[in-house]
């Protein structure tokens, strides 16, 4: 079909009106894509930007390494340990299983951990690391490097993880660490980030609990990259963060240990003081666990063991025990009559082995009484009925404001946990906790530290060091942290009369070394460390007339929890006193005989600065001494560290 | 006078061919088909083994056809129109009935070592049916309602196949390329008034038939439609894709991240990012200069196909070359709208970038007949 031209000249008319109009309409729209890139990349740009590396970019923790603890002589008590462990990948891993049974040449796995693994990498995205195996020996971790070849998608990895080198002996002070539990995290108002990492550790009790916020330190960051799985693809900026700081304590290792030692397998606390600067050195309370046990995760049958204990391990018995202090309350007695003038140096009462008050029969420890008795005789024989009488000439308040002038009945502040405030009964306090009034007969109990009245070992301790000092003695557990001394406190006098206390220090005195003293047995011999102590035996129930009159029936036949409590309090030397220590042993029977001798093995350590000579101890016993002594297994001290800043 | 009228006295034989070519629009294409290489090599973080290099080597296929194809008397074109509209209609049928399954959406047929998309041809062969019926068809009944209502049966048939396998994107297309050689080959602007205007109601029709029992459309292109309307309603779920793609592309700024740094695509957050949104990594590694550039190629090679038609005398050739360039126009505008988030997303590749063989090749196989229009044009 052949075109006339006039036809052609109108089509390509046609076509070029068209073909103008439809090249308009593309550079139209191509002008509408540009302007509309224009608005997206240049005006918006800043925009677009920050919600792409926000995408990819996200901030991760690094969880600070936690504060050591030293004990004062800068031994490392709670340190970190790198936590070797193998993680893996089931992404990069293919089939898991297979891995997982080359892993087993390497390390030992039991099936069923196996097949509890197994299920948790099912569970798990494809790109979650899960911990095939936690703390690894060197030896495993090394293998399970060098082997990586062969184990595709296990990575080897470490973190720090706290540990407790000296074993139990600082569990009950320092407590220890465990994961965040959600428990935890309820209590925190404003939870710092750095708590929700998966193997970050918080204090959970003791002083790792209480100084929280000194050992935590301060979180690292490290900023990666992410795809969009949430793969960490790479790092690109990582700022580390700071250690916690060290905390110096004033505890004294190797004495802790000597004392967990001495006290053995009894239930039993004991506290150590300088009496000068108040310094904690020991504080002691068995049987002791192992916090390790706790950090990696106590087993339930490990946990019902401890729980199920009738002595009590998990209870720190040096601050939260309370006990009925016994005759070592007598030196708080005597100074109350003292200082009222109700008695002095002069006064004595006559013991006849027993006192009548109300018709009530109080008795003397012993039977046959001890005739006429002044203050001094009072403590060295320990006699009774000398405080029946004073007692009810003095009233109780008097006794319990002394009580409370001396540190019973006063709550401590020291960063440990559940620190019981013991019992100082007055009138008061009885009317506000049973709604009854004050008898004559709870003035009595009383005053031999019966009844009502109940102190913990360390406030004991506390009183004897106000005792051999007449000053105002605030323990402390915390000598430095980070380098810089907590400053001591210059101690108040106490305001009691020199003649008065050393009225007390002469009866404390004579207790070991007079004719007649309740412990002379557990004296020290050599001069320079003369020690000064105080029994006590408190009942733990009621003794009836009945039983009376069948005679009193001795410890040995009794069941262990119905024995009595037996304690010691003491300090030395006698002249110049520098510690004062306190023992309780929670159903020992007679203090003189159970109370004294771990008391004066512990002063005597300390006193030392070691295991002391012999020649400290009465001749006829250093064989025996010798023997104990032998049969310890005191840990090794380490060569002390230099205080101050040590990098995990 | 300028090159392109170099020597045009006579139209040239055998191989004297090659020496009238397009050769700008050769360089253009070959420079756009490079940016693709260049993308695709950084989208595989470096493996060029994975996209860039069956690309490259598809691309010297299409480039040889291409030549071969501008040897071919521009007569051929108008001679085999019929037969290869209908044969690309056989083949959507067939496709319809055997086609090879694809991410839920029938497109493919299997030809052993080749996999043939149909729907792809179709575009060419209808640009070349209408072309030929419009040179055949006398000027003056271009507007009359029954030689109107012939090119639109035309166009909506293969539509309809399309349509049903279900690629709701490439139906769009054919019927907007269809139209739009109705409208260069001088239909009354009146028909094209009254068909937004009828589209607009459809389009009234089909959001009204949500969730009753005539529904329209798929859920999944409804959803489609939410997420273009807003996309940060649901920037997890089917607003992930858009929203992504945006960022991408915004975040390029200026001068973008530099080659091989997009996070957004090495990090996998952009959706098929080698096909459908290749180019918000180009926006995003090459910032607003890199995409303006692309831009600016793409308009160049829709200026020459227009200067190139317009001076043509041959009313077929004419309009074949401006329908191809209308279909490549179509090809980038939607997919930049579409990742820009102008347009809802539709299944539309980047044309000479994105990765996918049948589509470079049939492309460069019709510059081919764009280049044998030119070549073989009357002097």
Redesign the interface.
Known sequence: ?K?SAR??V???R??????????GI??A??A???W???T???D??H???L???G??IKLRLLPPARGLIHDRNGIVIAGNEANYRATITREEAGDPAVVIARLRHLIPMTDTAVAALLADIGRRSAITPVVVADRLTWDQFASIAINAPALPGVTPGSGLSRSYPRGGDFAHVLGYVGPVSDYDLSKIENPDPVLMLPEFQLGKLGVEAKLEPQLRGKAGTRKV?????GRE?RELERIEGEQGATVQMTLDAPLQNFAIQRLGEESAAAVVLDVQTGDILASASAPTFDPNLFVRGISGADYRALMEHDHRPLADKTVQGVYPPGSTFKMVTLLAGLDAGVIDGGSHFYCPGYTTVAGRRFHCWSRGGHGSVGPVQSLERSCDVFYYELAQKLGIDRIAAMARRLGIGVRHDLPMSAIAEGIAPDRAWKKARYDQDWQVGDSINSSIGQGYVLASPLQLAVMTARVATGREVRPRLVRAIDGAAVPADAFADLGLAGAHLDIARAGMDAVMNGDRGTAGKSRIVAPEWRMAGKTGTSQVRNITAAERARGVISNDQLPWERRDHALFVCYAPVEAPRYAVSVVVEHGGGGSAVAAPVARDILLFALAGGLPPLDAYPPGQRDGIAEMQARMRLAPVPVAQAAGRARA | MSYLDYGSDQTPTGWRKILHMNWPLVFLLAAVASAGFLMLYSVSGGRAEMWAEPQLERFGVGMVAMVALAFVPIWFWRSISVVAYLVCLGLLVLVDVVGHNAMGAQRWLDLGPVKLQPSELMKIALVLLLAAYYDWLDLGRVSRPLWVLIPVLLILTPTALVLVQPDLGTSLMLVAGGGLMMFVAGVSLWYFGAVIALVGGLVFAVMKSRGTDWQLLHDYQFRRIDTFLDPSSDPLGAGYNITQAQIALGSGGWSGRGFMQGTQSRLNFLPEKHTDFIFTTLAEEFGFIGTVSLLSLYALILAFCLYSALTNRDRFASLLTLGIAATFFLYFAVNMSMVMGLLPVVGVPLPMVSYGGTQLMILLMAFGIVQSAHVNRPR
Do not use: C, P
């Open positions: 079909m075109k036809e052609i109108e089509s390509s046609s076509i070029t009106r068209r073909g103008l109009m439809l090249g593309q550079a729209v191509v509408t894509l540009g509309r890139l224009k997206m990349q240049l918006r740009a925009e677009f930007r919600l792409s590396d995408n990819s990259e992410v795809n969009s799985a693809m």
